[in-house]
């Protein structure tokens, strides 16, 4: 049974950067298309960034250009290096694996997740 826990998150002032990370256990990782969510305070968990077994990436319109998604599968963990943060980007991440992806036309969409792990707390503020 696969399981995930995130960690990294913490206090940044707007501009900074943290790097979160989506450790697994339970089994490998490889096989699995990973995505990142964000739940603001008050707010709908939304998907933030995705990424498939061979490693093609997709991004939310709003951290496009500014996070990265990566992973590493001999440390049997997926990263999301968070750039230029905003204080828009406080809330909770979560990682899961995708339920269902689909690539057409080199566009990559993931959805719904499973195996959640428990969140990590990210706050932006001076």
């Known amino acids: 049974q696969l399981q995930l826990e995130e960690s990294g998150g913490g206090l940044v002032q707007p501009g900074g950067s943290l790097k979160l990370s989506c450790g697994a256990s339970?089994?490998?990782?490889?096989?699995?298309?990973i995505n990142w969510f964000h739940e603001a305070p008050g707010k709908e968990r939304e998907g933030v960034a995705c990424?498939?077994?061979?490693?093609?990436?997709s991004y939310a319109t709003n951290v496009k250009g500014r996070f990265t998604i990566s992973r590493d599968n001999a440390k049997n963990t997926v990263y999301l290096q968070m750039n230029n943060l905003k204080p828009e980007d406080t809330g909770t991440y979560y990682c899961?694996?995708?339920?269902?992806?689909?690539?057409?036309?080199?566009?990559?969409?993931?959805?719904?997740?499973?195996?959640w792990g428990q969140g990590t707390q990210v706050t932006v503020s001076s």
């Open positions: 899961a694996a995708a339920q269902t992806i689909k690539s057409l036309g080199g566009i990559l969409t993931c959805y719904g997740g499973h195996h």
């Open positions: 990424i498939t077994d061979g490693g093609q990436t």
């Open positions: 339970g089994m490998p990782m490889g096989s699995y298309a």
